[in-house]
């Protein structure tokens, strides 16, 4: 049985997802998983609800899946620092609660959890300390694809799940029909997630031009410009 440990995970959301994305699925993964207790500031709750459906927009404090969704306002609220602290991406961590952290008397791991890279320099950098001014020590946290790395950072079970999805023709229905879609038939199932790209259009060029359908699933995001463009919407 895994101890169970405090984590703050905090988050500031910047564009297209993927800061909110990835805390909130790294929350959900250390309380399913490995038992811990987790809270999740996020200083968007409107980006948060579009991925947590059923959320507030406006609560200060709610759970979902087992994880503590606090607000992070510019108005600290206070609280007890976690024994492991992640700040997402460089985020800046409010004063008062460094602050608390250096005063706790405790031994608090504190991570910058940075972004996902396969840069050669990214095992050089991975646990690597800083130390702060206050004597609280930092470390940086790369995943990446190599030895030495963080490694993905993914749940344990998602390639069978995958498998299984790819490998059941039902399930990809099933998957289709809670968006109100159905697949043509022989067509491949793509999707599409990404920021501004001019490529985009050749490659939409490129699959139409094929012989066989695809069906392109696009999430809200910021390439929906690109493909609406070469839709002329």
Not at 135 to 144: E, H, R
């Amino acid at each position: 049985m895994s101890v169970k440990t405090s984590w703050d995970i905090f988050c500031v959301v910047v564009d297209n997802y993927g800061d909110i994305g990835v805390t909130w699925r790294l929350a959900r993964q250390l309380v399913a998983e490995h038992g811990q207790r987790v809270r999740l500031w996020v200083d968007d709750l409107d980006t948060f609800a579009r991925l947590c459906p059923g959320s507030s927009t406006t609560a200060d404090q709610q759970w979902h899946e087992g994880v503590e969704v606090r607000h992070w306002t510019p108005d600290w609220p206070g609280a007890e620092p976690a024994d492991v602290v992640i700040e997402a991406f460089a985020c800046q961590l409010p004063d008062a609660y460094i602050k608390e952290m250096a005063g706790s008397g405790r031994r608090i791991l504190w991570l910058n959890l940075e972004y996902l890279s396969a840069e050669d320099w990214v095992v050089g950098c991975h646990a690597l300390p800083s130390m702060q001014p206050d004597g609280l020590q930092k470390y940086f946290f790369f995943p990446g694809f190599e030895q030495g790395t963080g490694g993905l950072i993914r749940e344990g079970d998602l390639l069978a799940r995958r498998e299984a999805f790819q490998a059941n023709p039902v399930l990809r229905e099933a998957f289709l029909q809670s968006f109100d879609l159905t697949a043509p038939a022989g067509a491949r199932l793509l999707s599409l997630f990404a920021y501004e790209n001019r490529a985009v259009a050749g490659w939409l060029d490129a699959l139409a031009a094929d012989a066989r359908p695809s069906q392109l699933l696009v999430p809200e995001g910021r390439v929906l410009g690109d493909v609406a463009g070469w839709l002329g919407l």
